[in-house]
């Protein structure tokens, strides 16, 4: 055993295969740029199709999920407070952050990580 495996560096613990559809997992969240609530049915599906076959997978689809419920929950917080004029500041900085930690998750899925989105609300168990 090689000294990067001895060390538990989670690479080398997670197949390349479970790590590809963890990866997918969080992009899946991106078909919410081109269909409305696709943010949360992406992750969805993918949480549906390999929770029982892939322990990695499956726990990133949830952890996708729960995060991008709350995403769409901040939107609507968003969409409420237009009427004082910050609503739409705080949708464009929702929005930014959403892109960034979702494109975190998805690096550190490929690498065999295990992501935890922070301020998420969970959910979905």
């Not at 599906?45 to 076959?53: P, S």
């Amino acid at each position: 055993m090689g000294a990067s495996e001895a060390s538990g560096s989670g690479r080398s613990e997670v197949p390349a295969d479970e790590r590809t559809w963890g990866m997918l997992a969080h992009l899946a969240a991106l078909a919410g740029i081109l269909v409305p609530l696709g943010n949360i049915l992406g992750p969805f599906v993918v949480w549906l199709a390999r929770r029982g076959g892939s322990r990695f997978a499956g726990d990133q689809a949830k952890e996708a999920l729960n995060f991008n419920i709350t995403v769409a929950l901040g939107a609507l917080v968003c969409y409420a407070l237009t009427w004082l004029g910050v609503g739409f500041l705080l949708f464009v900085a929702l929005a930014l952050y959403w892109l960034a930690m979702t494109i975190i998750a998805a690096i550190k899925a490929s690498e065999g990580t295990r992501y935890h989105y922070p301020l998420a609300v969970r959910l979905v168990a």
